[in-house]
């Protein structure tokens, strides 16, 4: 969030003056003795977690615990003092945080905490200072309720309040995640898809140590903000692990797709732009979201069966026997074979194996023909042969995306599936298309005349001698 767009600015600054408005309210129990320790220990637990977050996959975004600490706040300050807990996000003690981030995640913690608080009292909460089993037999205080009786009456209200703090929150950061194109294409590099559900699923579970700091402060007093931050703490370790994961499975895409590259020079970001095809495609047609992850994956490494095709049978300029067109008609399951051991890819195997099939039963490897063919290959095929001909070759240039889309729809029907060309033809129109950047050679390389993945372009295949 270092560099915003005009939009982005225009948004930050409204949800910092929202937030403006929301922290000039007077808080309701602010002349409760104890009110300004409660908040003191709770802003202060807020921000040691929030100096220390998880970094997510591509280290470029960051996960929290801190929303447990906002939530005890409702339960005890309500809404403006779960506000003003939120809002110390401004002091986060991480480094290199621009100005523009701060404030963003300040005002946003803050417009959510306070949202929170109005979802507590809508359901029946009402925030009361608590009071300690200790303090209350020395002192005979009055204020607070018992422990016993707590849980009971505060279930409903605070389900309520953790739900709308996750929405608000969330939705606040993707609403600025959608108006800046910087930070989208960010997000879409470190978070994937099928990570969403688990970072919510996360807020959700955190939110209930906020109802055990709520408990444990009944029974000892500002102590439970340091207790509460061993399984704060334990889940971050959590987060960092699935982080770490995540890294893994894309560092073990990216050495894949490497070392597919290095072997034949047109495949040079042709796997990065057929993926995002068929992630444009699976969007189209509504696949969930775990699919979409799947089908993302395999068309980023639907051409890993090419390291097991002899590199003077990828480079060949010329006419191809029919032993070496046999090889290069296997990579679909060389494919397979390479990468069948990788638990995360699931349904991408499918989608690598048959991306040549047609949908008249001439393709291959195994001939099938209309829904016998995987719905992920049906995808990665059109993606696959549209990014093939709008790139340049070395026996012609880019073909205009007109012309492409044209060789699409003469093709719907025998090569490709109707559903996915007329899918892939919205979508393009809606979110456009990058054409790559000519394939600049540096003398020593060796660049064939075919390309199996052009539709428009046969591959020259000669009798054996």
Not at 330 to 348: K, Q, S, T, V, Y
Request: aromatic residues 8%; charged residues 15%.
């Amino acid at each position: 969030m270092g560099r915003l767009s005009l939009t982005a600015w225009l948004y930050l600054g409204a949800i910092v003056t929202a937030a403006g408005v929301i922290l000039a309210q007077q808080p309701g129990a602010a002349a409760a003795p104890r009110w300004w320790g409660i908040y003191v220990a709770l802003a202060l637990l807020f921000l040691i977690c929030d100096s220390a977050p998880t970094p997510l996959a591509a280290r470029q975004s960051a996960w929290s615990p801190s929303s447990a600490a906002t939530l005890a706040a409702v339960v005890f300050l309500g809404g403006v003092g779960a506000a003003m807990v939120g809002a110390v996000a401004v002091l986060s003690l991480r480094r290199r945080v621009p100005l523009s981030e701060r404030l963003f995640n300040g005002a946003m913690y803050a417009v959510a905490g306070y949202c929170a608080g109005l979802a507590y009292h809508a359901a029946g909460g009402q925030p009361r200072i608590p009071a300690t089993g200790l303090v209350a037999a020395l002192t005979g205080a009055r204020v607070g309720i018992p422990v016993t009786q707590m849980f009971g009456s505060l279930l409903v209200p605070f389900a309520a309040a953790a739900i709308a703090h996750v929405v608000v929150n969330h939705g606040l950061l993707w609403l600025m995640l959608l108006l800046d194109r910087r930070s989208r294409a960010a997000a879409h590099r470190t978070m994937p898809a099928s990570s969403i559900p688990v970072l919510l699923a996360s807020d959700f579970g955190l939110a209930s140590l906020g109802l055990v700091i709520a408990a444990l402060w009944t029974v000892t007093g500002a102590f439970a903000a340091l207790l509460v931050l061993v399984p704060l703490y334990v889940a971050r370790w959590a987060m960092g692990q699935f982080a770490e994961q995540q890294k893994a499975h894309s560092d073990t895409l990216a050495a894949l797709v490497q070392a597919v590259e290095t072997k034949d020079l047109y495949t040079r970001g042709h796997s990065e732009r057929v993926s995002r095809g068929a992630r444009m495609i699976a969007r189209q047609i509504g696949i969930r979201a775990d699919r979409l992850e799947a089908v993302t994956f395999a068309g980023m490494l639907h051409d890993v069966g090419k390291l097991g095709v002899p590199t003077k049978v990828l480079q060949k300029d010329g006419a191809l026997t029919e032993e070496e067109y046999a090889a290069i008609q296997l990579h679909p399951m060389r494919g397979l074979e390479i990468i069948r051991d990788i638990g995360f890819l699931n349904e991408a195997l499918t989608g690598i194996m048959h991306h040549h099939e047609r949908m008249d039963g001439r393709g291959y490897p195994m001939g099938f023909a209309g829904d016998e063919i995987p719905e992920f290959a049906r995808i990665i095929a059109v993606a696959d042969a549209f990014d093939s001909m709008t790139s340049t070759r070395s026996y012609r240039q880019a073909r205009r995306i007109s012309e492409a889309v044209a060789e699409l729809r003469r093709g719907a029907g025998s090569q490709f599936d109707p559903k996915i060309v007329a899918a892939f033809v919205t979508a393009l129109s809606r979110d456009g298309w990058q054409l790559p950047e000519p394939i600049r050679r540096h003398g020593h390389e060796i660049v064939t005349s075919q390309d199996h993945d052009d539709p428009t372009a046969p591959l020259w295949v000669v009798e054996s001698l």
